[in-house]
């Protein structure tokens, strides 16, 4: 079994959710919230499953994000996909 990854967003320290605005029933209201994750997808071949789930990025000395320790950081969760997909905790 291979578990892969993907980035689906690009890290910018912000994201747009869409809620239920509170005062207006049927409408939607859109919040950016400050954010220090990112989402990523994980994929297996064998058996066929997909896993969504926040990956926290990585920062440099300097506090800069750091988007090559962030994807190295997803590799080790996706070794840790693997192991649940193999334990059955993932399906």
Do not use: Q, W
């Amino acid at each position: 079994m291979a578990v892969t990854y993907t980035l689906k967003e690009t890290f910018t320290g912000k994201r747009k959710e869409t809620s239920p605005d509170p005062e207006n029933e049927g409408k939607t209201i859109e919040i950016t919230n400050d954010v220090r994750d990112i989402i990523v997808e994980f994929k297996s071949d064998n058996p066929d499953i997909t896993h969504t789930r926040n990956v926290n990025v990585c920062y440099d000395g300097s506090g800069n994000y750091d988007d090559t320790a962030t994807k190295a950081r997803c590799a080790e969760v996706a070794m840790g996909v693997e192991h649940k997909i193999n334990l059955g905790t993932i399906s």
